[in-house]
């Protein structure tokens, strides 16, 4: 169980990791067993964030997953507003006109239902006085054979289903992010405890060897490779310490936050051997990238993309429509004088239109083509990829393996090291060789165990699938 205390980057270490004079430098004394915690550092300010507050953060947070959410709102809102073709058109006018004009007059009065005998006088007709027209009219119209208007529908919904997709493809790739961020962060974090314990250590060797010198039992040239050792050690830690900030600084901004509260993290990277994956554990049995988010959202756009010449060849077909509209026509608002509709069904059929039909259609053949490319291509890149993060975490196991192997030999050498040293066996010089392959190691071992949990992030990435096409 983890400790309510533990620090950024905590880490396991096995029994009788450290003399208990050079952890005292540093170190608050705690007894140790195989599988217990040692909390190494102090937690500085920030709030406590644990890996799964840091994936929730970063799905409510993160800029992308937003940019992408919103995009997929657009694009389905498109599609929605490209439906409209199956639907009539509605329109209601109101109005009102005063004039002279002989023609408008004329039919107006028509219209109104007020004409009469002394309006046929050819004086009335050509100089008529001024007239008023309140009208209020209702229209429809309604294209019953619409072929390009329908395939614009049909690609504006694969364009939607498309930018679905990538939205989900972006919060898988959030949330991996996320994980290797956070990775990232503990790695740093323990690389910083490590580097304070070699601090420790090589202050507490400093200060041995200045007593021997003292005593006459060491040269001056021992002692100042001791104070060299320390000083390295001290700008280590130092370094140290600006990677640590560093990596907790990008998290805190791509959790959406701000960089100056940046996080302590309450899980700890453990030193551990890796669990021996079962014995057909092979995600590469049943992997078919067709159904990953990114090319289900590649296969719409390549469909939208075929929709869309569909479209270009179908400019040359007509279009067929009906349409009605009834109208109110008074002198006065609020009163109806006369009254009168119209219904009808017309054909719409561009015969020539200076060649730009065929050129769209050119242009609409290359991005249905360009849009195959790109999802053929992508087939064999997911297949490489895969086949490359699952020899990526199996390198990475091997790697833990033997670093966590190198670290146990490197921290029994150091201590058998300084038992010699204590006894008179061994010079300055092997202590501090001893002490630095020592650290070496630990270094080496966070590495791999911080690598190896980015490596299993990223196969899930890449082998997650969308079995039936529409969980997103």
């Known amino acids: 169980m983890k400790s309510k205390n533990e620090g950024p980057g905590s880490?396991?270490?096995?029994?009788?990791?450290?003399?208990?004079?050079?952890?005292?430098l540093v170190l608050a004394t705690v007894p140790l067993g195989k599988g217990q915690l040692l909390v190494?550092?102090?937690?500085?300010?920030?709030?406590?964030?644990?890996l799964e507050t840091a994936l929730n953060e970063a799905l409510a947070g993160n800029a992308s997953l937003r940019i992408a959410a919103a995009r997929a709102d657009m694009a389905s809102a498109a599609a929605g507003g490209a439906s409209s073709v199956y639907w009539p058109r509605l329109d209601f006018e109101s109005g009102f006109v005063r004039s002279n004009d002989p023609v408008f007059v004329f039919g107006t009065k028509l219209r109104q239902g007020t004409f009469s005998e002394p309006d046929f006088e050819v004086g009335a007709l050509n100089n008529p006085d001024p007239i008023n027209d309140w009208v209020n009219r209702v229209s429809l119209q309604w294209k019953v054979f619409s072929p390009v208007d329908w395939t614009s529908r049909g690609a504006a919904t694969l364009e939607a289903d498309a930018a679905g997709w990538s939205a989900a493809r972006t919060r898988e790739a959030t949330l991996t992010q996320t994980e290797v961020l956070y990775r990232e962060a503990q790695r740093r974090?323990?690389?910083?405890?490590?580097?304070?314990?070699?601090?420790a250590s090589a202050a507490a060797n400093r200060d041995v060897f200045s007593r021997r010198v003292e005593e006459g039992l060491l040269t001056r040239a021992d002692l100042l490779q001791a104070e060299a050792d320390y000083s390295f050690a001290v700008a280590?830690?130092?370094?140290?310490?600006?990677?640590?900030?560093?990596?907790?600084?990008r998290l805190a901004v791509f959790l959406g936050g701000d960089a100056a509260e940046m996080p302590v993290l309450t899980d700890s990277l453990n030193l551990e051997a890796p669990e021996s994956p079962a014995p057909n554990a092979d995600v590469s049995t049943g992997f078919d990238p067709?159904?990953?988010?990114?090319?289900?959202?590649?296969?719409?756009?390549r469909d939208a993309a075929e929709a869309g010449a569909k479209r270009s060849g179908r400019q040359y077909?007509?279009?067929?429509?009906?349409?009605?509209?009834?109208?109110?026509?008074?002198?006065d608002a609020f009163r109806k004088d006369g009254d009168n509709w119209t219904v009808g069904v017309g054909l719409k059929w561009n015969i020539f239109s200076g060649f730009s039909r065929s050129k769209d259609k050119q242009r609409a053949d290359a991005a249905h083509s360009i849009a195959e490319t790109r999802y053929e291509e992508a087939l064999r890149q997911a297949t490489a990829e895969m086949a490359?993060?699952?020899?990526?975490?199996?390198?990475?196991?091997?790697?833990?393996?033997?670093?966590?192997?190198?670290?146990?030999?490197a921290e029994a050498g150091a201590e058998l090291m300084r038992r010699r040293f204590e006894e008179g066996l061994a010079t300055a010089a092997d202590l501090l060789?001893?002490?630095?392959?020592?650290?070496?190691?630990?270094?080496?071992a966070i590495d791999a165990q911080a690598g190896l949990r980015m490596a299993e992030a990223r196969l899930r990435f890449v082998t997650t699938l969308h079995q039936d096409g529409n969980d997103r």
């Open 11 to 24: 880490r396991i270490r096995r029994p009788g990791s450290r003399v208990a004079g050079l952890l005292a």
């Open 40 to 50: 190494a550092q102090d937690s500085p300010g920030g709030r406590p964030l644990s």
């Open 189 to 199: 974090g323990a690389q910083l405890q490590a580097a304070r314990r070699a601090e």
């Open 236 to 249: 280590r830690r130092v370094d140290a310490e600006r990677l640590d900030a560093d990596a907790r600084r």
């Open 290 to 301: 067709s159904v990953r988010a990114d090319l289900l959202a590649l296969s719409s756009a």
């Open 317 to 331: 077909l007509p279009e067929i429509g009906v349409f009605g509209n009834y109208g109110i026509h008074a002198a």
């Open 388 to 409: 490359e993060a699952r020899d990526g975490v199996s390198s990475a196991r091997h790697a833990v393996a033997a670093t966590l192997a190198a670290d146990a030999a």
């Open 433 to 444: 060789q001893a002490e630095s392959r020592r650290a070496q190691a630990e270094s080496h």
